[in-house]
């Protein structure tokens, strides 16, 4: 027998009703949860709601898949960041979500840490914004603590990491699938070089380095259509120290340079005339065809937010 409308009506409430209930018994469900992480292991009851980042660096993704962030440890105020010490390239962003400074100058500060009865501390197991050493103390204080190496990660493999823990692993797929759409668009616009390009790390802090191909810039670079060239092998014996870059001397740049065209990281138009500029590297095929570009200041680190801002220096100079 078929059922009246008013029936069908009826179940069709009756379901949007029932709808959140089950939603919210299948969230809660999914708690408690364990979390391995760099230093251990941590067990949340719930899903966070107050979040607090001990690492700059970290903050930017913690932004990007829309934790409930409620602040930030900032650095020493500098180019790299706003008044207050928050990255630039998520600062307004910060600001606009109400996300409070942690303490200053990476001063660390438990006291301020408890102040803002976090449910979640995310701390950096490396970089000069990790408060490692202090890990133990926070655990003492009974505060869920999560370390994470943002050394040796990308930041979405670091963003899944996060979304695990707050519970926002969809958050995490929607920020990937926005910054891999963004990233596909800029490419479509744009006309790479066929020939190689080289990633330069050119007089920060006096050294000299060259990216490697398996670099965040790098493969943000290859995602755009560049082919990234590395340093070559025959200088290997000349590095003096490798991370995500190869460092080495300032005379041996002109050898470790063999992509017609350079990047340089957290450069500038003025750190573009200096390397124009620099008779070591006069003979450079860059230098001479003047194909010496910025990836601009917040590039030494790529997030979602720097990511985004490094493309929109590249594509410039060389939309269709």
Do not use: C
């Amino acid at each position: 027998m078929a059922l009246s409308k008013n029936v069908l009506k009826f179940l069709v409430m009756l379901a949007l009703l029932v709808l959140p209930f089950k939603l919210a018994l299948a969230e809660d469900a999914a708690w408690p949860r364990t979390i391995e992480h760099h230093s251990g292991t941590l067990t949340l009851k719930s899903k966070p709601l107050r979040i607090v980042s001990t690492a700059p660096s970290l903050t930017g993704i913690l932004l990007a898949i829309n934790a409930p962030l409620v602040a930030s440890a900032a650095t020493t105020p500098s180019p790299l960041t706003d008044e207050k010490g928050f990255f630039s390239q998520w600062a307004k962003v910060a600001d606009e979500r109400g996300v409070e400074v942690l303490y200053s100058n990476l001063e660390f500060d438990i006291e301020a840490i408890i102040a803002a009865e976090p449910d979640l501390v995310v701390v950096s197991a490396t970089g000069a914004d990790s408060v490692l050493p202090q890990y133990a103390e926070l655990v003492a204080q009974g505060i869920p603590t999560m370390v994470v190496n943002y050394s040796n990660q990308s930041w979405q493999d670091i963003a899944k990491q996060l979304g695990k823990a707050a519970g926002l692993e969809d958050e995490v797929v929607a920020s990937v699938a926005r910054f891999d759409d963004y990233a596909a668009k800029a490419a479509a616009e744009i006309t790479a070089p066929v020939d190689p390009v080289t990633i330069v790390g050119y007089n920060i802090g006096n050294s000299y380095s060259i990216g490697k191909q398996t670099s965040a810039q790098a493969q943000l670079l290859e995602a755009l259509g560049f082919k990234v060239a590395g340093l070559p092998d025959a200088l290997t014996k000349q590095v003096t120290r490798s991370s995500d870059f190869d460092f080495i001397s300032h005379e041996n740049l002109s050898a470790a340079v063999t992509g017609k065209s350079v990047f340089l990281l957290r450069g500038l138009e003025g750190d573009v005339h200096s390397f124009l500029s620099d008779p070591v590297l006069a003979n450079l095929d860059a230098v001479k065809g003047n194909q010496v570009y910025s990836l601009g200041p917040t590039s030494f680190r790529i997030d979602y937010y720097s990511g985004i801002q490094m493309i929109d220096m590249v594509v410039p100079h060389f939309r269709k």
